[in-house]
């Protein structure tokens, strides 16, 4: 997978951890579990974003 297509996908995934912690974070934030849950996601956004952008071990060119 070339550059650009990273990049733009991890910019695509920041966005979305970006309005899921607006969404969690809207009403203030208890220990419930959609909470919870949204933080999580939030999280698995900004991991696979960072994935995405560092291509550890060249593992996105499939080559």
């Known amino acids: 997978m ?3 297509k990273r990049r733009r996908r991890a910019l695509i995934w ?25 933080l999580f996601t939030v999280a698995f956004g900004v991991g696979l974003a960072a994935f995405y952008y560092l291509n550890p ?4 060119s499939f080559g």
């Open 14 to 38: 920041v966005a979305f951890a970006v309005v899921m912690a607006a969404y969690v974070f809207q009403d203030g934030f208890d220990t419930s579990a959609s909470d919870l849950l949204g």
């Open 57 to 60: 071990g060249d593992v996105l």
């Open 2 to 4: 070339d550059e650009t």
